[in-house]
């Protein structure tokens, strides 16, 4: 049996936390900008560190599996 859940929930976090994507955290002119598709590297550093925040709670934390077969 395979182990799907850390390649799901990687996947929809990378999607979900693209900058520019859904938000950007922080924008050009603003704390947050929705729906801007830009980015900046500042930007880029700090969804890196959501994403890793996030990834780590999902799958050791919590300790999300997905098995098939």
Known sequence: MADWGPVVIAVVLFVLL???????L???NKIVEFGNMQTSGISILVHIIIFFGLITIFLIAIGVH???G
Do not use: V
């Open 18 to 24: 693209s900058p520019g994507l859904l938000f950007q």
């Open 26 to 28: 922080p924008g050009r």
């Open 66 to 68: 997905i098995y098939t």
